[in-house]
């Protein structure tokens, strides 16, 4: 029976030299390929000491680490679900991962142990574990005294690989389901699109705890048998110093928008690389251009989500099926993916027009079978003929180029994370004084978007926006946290009542970008 196990498609790409260099740390440690497999081959070996039922959920919360890239190897191979959590999250977030997804296995920085045990204890999970970005930690002192040989679990195409919360319009942050099959299908499409060749040396400086640094920088390497150099926090300075021995960067916008900021960015500093990679969050034309001028290359943007891994690419090189198009677009993301249908649909999920803008629907053997127990939620977001309503609003122009431009859910993305404003307005409106609350999105120059809460006291009452903003410090991840705060009489309301985010979105639209 095929194994259809990602980490045995991931293991099968590697290179033979095994004693070769497959991870450089910025802190100067050189990872082989054998230091994965059997690194990884002790935490799986841990994993399955631990008895759990197959498809058990390993949480994980915890500073980037080629440690934790390797429990995430270790979770594949044992044939469990592997959980990331941002480092930013607080108390009440994990509180409700844990709950939600009742991990067996929980794993946290030593920093945070006595308030995620106690979580993790008290939600039911029975192993709870640390690790640190210094190679300490309960879970590799446990790990070292088991065998460094392990033989992947027999997995289907459609078992879990990883669940990844993404909040909600309404309510909670639900848990994207995705599977072995998905993730791989997805990575096998990417290492043929964008044209991954021998040689290649990939700069790895996002957090590992979301689809872009976790799965498409990752496996890309990964697959390609490829090394890569490891940086713990994006820092500008250092990416531009690998620039000279790399050939493959990924970023959200964010990370152009500093890199262009450095003097030293220029034609020479980049002339060793391939490929520039952008997504996660629209790239301004500005960005796009400038990175042109300033290097010679052009950046390639892609379009994907937590449900969907990737869905769209501008071409890396010819493409087929889009004959005399190679060129890469500017402020748009590209072709649909091989294996990807994209339709542009009315409300009622009948596909527009050439040119017409309306809600972006997607299909594809790389679309999450669903969230994790929410029947009724993922019914919601797929037509009755299974394509996966993705919120984002687009066009497709006649030479097939896909843009985006809006969203149909209320979402910011800022420095490329998301933040729902429901969840914050949630926490603000509990408040004393707060009679209701609007968070909404504004431009800015280094996040491209960041949030903008306006508050309305109760009769009487008297709020500070100071007091406000630090009230929801510590409660909330620190990116969720609005930039600013304005206290108003009231929220401007359209005829129905309903609150006209889009007036609040045109008042402050220059707040940060003015000089
Ligand atoms: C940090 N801060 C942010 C922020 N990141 N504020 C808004 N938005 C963000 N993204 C704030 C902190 O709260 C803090 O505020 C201050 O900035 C400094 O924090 P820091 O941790 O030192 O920030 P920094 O290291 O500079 O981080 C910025 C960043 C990081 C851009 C490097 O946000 C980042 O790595 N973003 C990438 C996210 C990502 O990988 N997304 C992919 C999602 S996958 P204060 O007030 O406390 O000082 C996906 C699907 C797809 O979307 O298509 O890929
Ligand atoms: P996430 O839920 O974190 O996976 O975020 C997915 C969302 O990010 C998508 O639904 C889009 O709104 C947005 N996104 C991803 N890539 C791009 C891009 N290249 N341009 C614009 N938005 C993007």
């Not at 500008?236 to 500093?258: E, I």
């Not at 490929?275 to 290097?295: M, Y």
């Not at 949030?451 to 007091?467: F, I, N, Q, Y």
């Amino acid at each position: 029976m095929k194994n259809h196990n990602l980490f045995q498609a991931l293991r099968d790409a590697f290179p033979k030299d095994l004693n070769s260099s497959a991870v450089l740390t910025d802190t100067g440690l050189d990872y082989s390929w054998l230091d994965l497999e059997r690194a990884s081959a002790m935490m799986a070996n841990l994993l399955d000491s631990l008895d759990l039922p197959p498809q058990s959920r390993v949480a994980v919360q915890v500073e980037k680490s080629v440690e934790a890239m390797m429990l995430y190897l270790a979770t594949l191979r044992a044939g469990h679900i592997f959980l990331p959590l941002n480092t930013a999250y607080q108390h009440s977030e994990i509180e409700y991962f844990i709950e939600n997804a009742e991990p067996a296995v929980v794993v946290c920085s030593s920093k945070n142990f006595s308030w995620v045990s106690q979580i993790a204890f008290n939600k039911g999970a029975k192993n709870v574990y640390t690790l640190d970005d210094d190679r300490t930690g309960s879970l590799l002192e446990r790990a070292v005294h088991f065998s460094d040989r392990h033989t992947p679990k027999v997995c289907s195409p459609s078992d879990l690989a990883a669940i990844l919360y993404t909040s909600g319009t309404t309510g909670r942050s639900k848990g994207a389901m995705l599977s072995h099959e998905n993730l791989l299908s997805n990575a096998l499409t990417l290492k043929k699109y964008w044209g991954w060749v021998p040689g290649d040396v990939l700069i790895h400086a996002l957090p590992i705890f979301h689809v872009h640094g976790l799965f498409v920088a990752i496996h890309g390497a990964l697959l390609n048998g490829s090394k890569m150099l490891w940086h713990a926090k994006f820092d500008p300075k250092r990416v531009l110093q690998d620039f000279s021995r790399a050939s493959v960067f990924m970023g959200v916008p964010t990370l152009y928008v500093r890199l262009l900021a450095e003097s030293g960015l220029n034609a020479q500093a980049v002339k060793r690389m391939r490929l520039f990679v952008a997504g996660s969050a629209p790239l301004l034309i500005e960005t796009f251009t400038e990175w042109q001028k300033r290097t010679g290359h052009t950046i390639l943007e892609r379009y994907g989500m937590s449900e969907t891994l990737m869905l769209t690419s501008n071409p890396y090189q010819a493409d087929d099926r889009y004959p005399g198009q190679v060129e890469r677009r500017g402020s748009t993301v590209g072709f649909p993916l091989p294996g990807v249908s994209l339709r542009i649909c009315d409300d009622q999920h009948q596909p527009l027009p050439v040119n017409e803008i309306g809600s972006i629907e997607v299909k594809g053997p790389n679309v999450f079978s669903g969230y994790w127990r929410m029947p009724e939620k993922t019914a919601q977001e797929f037509s009755k003929d299974g394509f996966f309503v993705t919120g984002d609003v687009g066009k497709v122009d006649e030479r097939g180029y896909v843009s985006i431009v809006g969203r149909s859910k209320d979402l910011i993305i800022s420095g490329g994370y998301n933040v729902y404003p429901a969840e914050i307005e949630g926490y603000v409106n509990e408040f004393a004084g707060v009679a209701e609350s609007a968070l909404v999105g504004v431009s800015h120059p280094d996040f491209g978007e960041v949030g903008v809460v306006v508050v309305v006291p109760k009769a009487g009452a008297h709020l500070e926006p100071e007091g406000i903003i630090s009230k929801l410090k510590g409660q909330l991840a620190n990116f969720k946290i609005p930039k600013k705060c304005f206290v108003l009489d009231d929220l401007p309301r359209n005829t129905m009542g309903k609150v006209q985010k889009n007036v609040l979105r045109e008042q402050y639209k220059d707040l940060f970008t003015q000089s």
